[in-house]
């Protein structure tokens, strides 16, 4: 096995790796927000205890787009060709612009939820 196979190789179970990791992420945040969202729901029917659960899932959500856009980044990392980079640009555009409207509404949920709690309406 000649040098460079070995370090294609390391760099596609490295890529996996990263890639695994952002897809548990995400998956244990869907997963979590939907018990909760189970829990609170059979508990209590204001619309306004969901928020946190939203809030939360959107961190997650926004992690594991972050781990996934570094596994495209590590994939292409070694040797790209100009295909391999012009998919790297719409991937990590389109990852990018999903994280940004993701942590705006994050941040919007924070001020209401901060809002509810000193007593002004949202």
């Known amino acids: 096995m000649r040098w460079s196979e070995v370090l ?7 890529v996996a790796v990263v890639e ?7 998956f244990v945040g869907a997963l979590w927000a939907a018990l909760r969202f189970v829990v609170v729901g059979l508990r209590h029917r204001d619309a306004a205890l969901f928020t946190p659960i939203r809030i939360s ?4 959500l926004t992690l594991g787009l972050e781990f996934q856009l570094a596994g ?3 994939r292409t990392a070694v ?6 980079i012009g ?5 990590a555009t389109i990852r990018t612009a999903l994280n940004f409207f993701l942590r705006r509404e994050i941040a919007q949920e924070q001020r209401q939820v901060g809002q509810a709690g000193r007593g002004s309406p949202p």
């Open 87 to 91: 998919q790297l640009a719409a991937i």
């Open 72 to 74: 495209d980044i590590l």
């Open 57 to 60: 899932l959107g961190r997650f």
């Open 79 to 84: 040797s790209p060709t100009f295909t391999q």
């Open 20 to 26: 695994v990791a952002g897809a548990l992420i995400i």
């Open 8 to 14: 294609r190789h390391g760099d596609e179970v490295v």
